[in-house]
């Protein structure tokens, strides 16, 4: 089993950034952990701050993954053309955030790209990424 996960604007900063909201541990550390715990799964980390960029990952890996993990960070409340590119691929994203977006800014309450996802999972911290694995595996099953 193949999964993608994908992370959005400034999330290239976990660990450093707003650690009361994030969290103090790096991705880097998280996705060791998380290749660890399922040696079973090729689990492959991509992340950009630029929405084009994130949008020609998923056109390259939607169509052969089992699976995309998509925290899109600030672009899931903006983006149509991320809410059209998850509706063109053959694999299952799901939308993940490591807060819970609906205790948080009102902007932050409305997903541009969650009814074009499969499931939503937020507000376990960097955990929400092994719940959408979780997820993903369940349903291939």
């Excluded at 809410?83 to 902007?107: A, G, M, T, Y």
Aim: aromatic share 8%; with cysteine; glycine share 8%.
């Amino acid at each position: 089993m193949r999964i993608q996960i994908i992370n959005g604007p400034n999330l290239n900063l976990l660990g450093v950034r707003e650690p009361g909201i994030y969290g103090s541990e790096s991705f880097d550390t998280y996705i060791k952990r998380l290749r660890d715990a399922y040696p079973e799964v090729e689990i492959d980390y991509f992340q950009s701050n630029v929405e084009g960029v994130l949008i020609d990952k998923m056109q390259a890996v939607g169509f052969d993954a089992d699976g995309i993990i998509l925290n899109a960070g600030a672009y899931t409340h903006t983006s149509v053309a991320l809410h059209d590119c998850i509706r063109s691929l053959k694999c299952p994203v799901i939308e993940v955030h490591i807060s819970n977006v609906h205790q948080r800014e009102e902007f932050r309450h409305h997903s541009m790209i969650s009814s074009a996802c499969k499931g939503v999972i937020c507000g376990f911290g960097l955990d929400s990424y092994r719940l959408a694995l979780e997820a993903l595996i369940g349903n291939r099953k």
